[in-house]
């Protein structure tokens, strides 16, 4: 016997749950993925800390935008005016995206945030020696919620700093 | 630690051979089973477990049964009667069948089979009966194995009865390649991981030290192509599943991000997306080293590719509008033409090994989907609609799908699906833990 059917396909709507914002992720405020001891202490304008919590580490992107907005235009100056005084550091920028996007995409976003903040801060001066990208797409949120509290957190290019690498 | 085991069965794997010439006779209307738009009501099949022939095939015969049931009542297209319905015992391989005990429980379709163990090794024997027709369907059939392979003897058993109900290219004597992932959301942890395509066998082909991601098989099955952050930026590796040894597909000068890699049809080179100054675009290599050609160029994000089965064509995403949506261009180049209509945005297309569609990602006001369309972007299907899916990978035979679906908040986690191309039978792969990516190979071997 044959058996033939024609139905329309069906689209299955799977029941998410939505969970409460979560804040604070595990790196939040360690300056980016590689930050790990030797910051120094805030108090000396000189070190990885005061640069991470008084300069500003990392600067924020609307959704799907690599663009500079005002407010990281005017953080990206404060670090080249620090970079430019602190010559011994380099910095990789580390580009990432929110979790709203497919994965390759991401990967491609990321580096594309990471970028624009590389170019803004040589076109202040910052030697592109000392400058170096990667992007972790969608890879390593900081904030874990699924909605735009967490998102507009992770949508961020970090300028993690290492020391005694200088020109 | 790294894992490792061999991939292949011992000695010669699986040999099949006919049992015995087709019973020729008049069949007017043979058993089959089209799948057109999705079947309704799933064909009923009988399944009594395997004959043991002598006492060390015993387990081999019980396990056997129950995998070769599972693959069928997996595709969604069969259902299994249990054997307390049966009438008739099936108590020799060569016994005549009782057509009409098998008629009154309804069963279409029977699958009688023995295992036999010769000197460490199983024989599996099988026939299928069409029940209403009063016949064989296809000729008996043996296969001759090592016990350590005795689940992939029953999977081409399963692909054999598929096949022959169906008309398809059975599915199941397959492997995936995927990235098994652990821990917390903002700290996960990716190994990259090979399984049988019902999730048994699960093998990590790498440690958790470097992140992994989006792992694709070759068109032979016996390579593996990745990106990983082994240097410290996002690089495209390559694999023999022989040996397991990484190496870098190409020597890329410091800075470059190299990823979204897969493999072209002949399986002698592999495409990926190179970052330069932000801006990512497409290139060709061969796997075996050699100039890089450039495939696209412009200042927007181009990456995904995908070949067309003949190698003809390459599908893939560009952002050059705007958003991400698909394009096809011819494979050594030239000017690519926008395929995807609809609104929202399209990413991660994959050309069917059948040539006939596309699979895609698509978002859309806050969701995602699995969907399908004709290689000129007409017919655009959507099968799945959740928070997050996305990256589908297509089963040999073109008909079914694995994807990644990933939950939503602070305690969200990826899993791998399957769904078939009418959006039928959405199912979970069960994997042993959080997993991502999946590649489906071809079948083995």
């Known amino acids: 016997m044959t058996f033939r059917f024609r139905t329309a396909a069906l689209l299955l709507i799977a029941a998410i749950s939505v969970s409460a914002c979560a804040r604070g992720g595990l790196n939040d405020g360690a300056g980016g993925l590689n930050g790990q001891g030797g910051f120094g202490t805030a108090s000396d304008p000189t070190s990885i800390a005061f640069f991470n919590q008084s300069v500003g580490d990392r600067v924020l992107f609307a959704v799907d935008q690599s663009t500079l907005s005002v407010e990281a235009q005017s953080i990206l100056t404060a670090q080249a005016q620090w970079l430019m005084t602190n010559s011994e550091y380099r910095a990789l920028i580390e580009g990432h995206a929110d979790e709203q996007g497919t994965r390759e995409y991401n990967l491609a976003l990321g580096a594309r945030r990471a970028s624009a903040v590389r170019d803004f801060l040589v076109s202040q001066g910052v030697p592109d020696s000392r400058l170096s990208t990667v992007s972790y797409g969608k890879e390593r949120p900081i904030e874990i919620c699924s909605n735009e509290a967490c998102y507009s957190q992770n949508r961020r290019a970090v300028t993690v700093l290492s020391a005694g690498a200088g020109v | ?445």
Request: charged share 20%.
């Open chain 2, 1 to 445: 630690m790294l894992t490792r085991r061999s991939l292949l069965l011992t000695g010669s794997a699986l040999a099949a051979t006919p049992l015995l010439p087709a019973r020729v006779r008049a069949q007017a209307v043979p058993l089959r089973l089209e799948i057109t738009e999705g079947v309704i009501e799933p064909l009923p099949f009988a399944l009594p477990t395997f004959i043991a022939r002598n006492g060390g095939a015993a387990d081999a015969a019980a396990d056997i049964s129950r995998v070769i049931a599972a693959d069928l009542r997996g595709t969604g297209l069969f259902r299994q009667i249990p054997e307390s319905a049966y009438i008739s015992t099936i108590t020799s391989f060569d016994a005549p069948i009782l057509y009409p005990d098998w008629q009154a429980i309804n069963a279409q379709a029977l699958i009688v089979g023995e295992v036999e163990e010769q000197g460490g090794r199983l024989v599996v024997r099988f026939r299928l009966f069409d029940v209403f027709s009063q016949q064989p369907l296809g000729e008996g059939l043996q296969f001759v194995g090592s016990r350590d392979g005795w689940r992939r003897m029953a999977h081409n058993v399963a692909d054999q009865v598929y096949e022959r109900i169906t008309g398809e290219t059975g599915y199941f004597d397959t492997r995936v390649v995927f990235v098994h992932e652990e821990g917390p959301k903002n700290a996960r942890l990716k190994r990259i991981a090979l399984m049988d395509y019902d999730g048994a066998n699960v093998q990590f082909l790498t440690d958790s030290r470097n992140l992994v991601l989006a792992p694709r098989f070759s068109p032979t099955g016996d390579r593996i192509i990745y990106t990983s952050y082994e240097s410290g930026q996002p690089r495209v590796y390559l694999m023999d599943v022989a040996n397991l040894q990484p190496r870098p597909l190409e020597a890329v000068s410091a800075g470059n991000m190299t990823f979204s890699p897969r493999f072209t049809p002949d399986g002698g080179s592999v495409v990926f997306s190179m970052e330069q100054g932000g801006n990512s675009d497409i290139y060709r290599v061969a796997v075996g080293g050699g100039a890089r050609t450039q495939l696209t160029n412009a200042p927007s994000i181009e990456t995904a590719p995908s070949f067309s089965p003949d190698g003809s064509r390459m599908v893939f995403e560009s952002d050059r509008t705007g958003g991400q949506q698909i394009y096809v261009m011819p494979a050594g180049g030239g000017e690519p033409a926008r395929i995807s209509r609809g609104t929202g945005r399209y990413g991660t297309p994959v050309w069917s090994p059948r040539g006939d569609y596309i699979a895609f990602t698509k978002q859309e006001a806050g969701r995602f989907h699995i969907g399908v369309m004709r290689t000129d972007g007409s017919e655009e299907r959507l099968l799945t609609a959740s928070f997050l899916d996305e990256g589908p990978t297509w089963a040999p035979n073109g008909r079914v799908l694995m994807f990644t679906r990933e939950t939503a908040g602070t305690d969200g986690a990826p899993a791998v699906y399957s769904v078939d191309i009418s959006g039928r039978n959405l199912q979970r792969v069960a994997t042993p833990g959080m997993a991502s990516d999946p590649s489906w190979s071809p079948r083995l071997p």
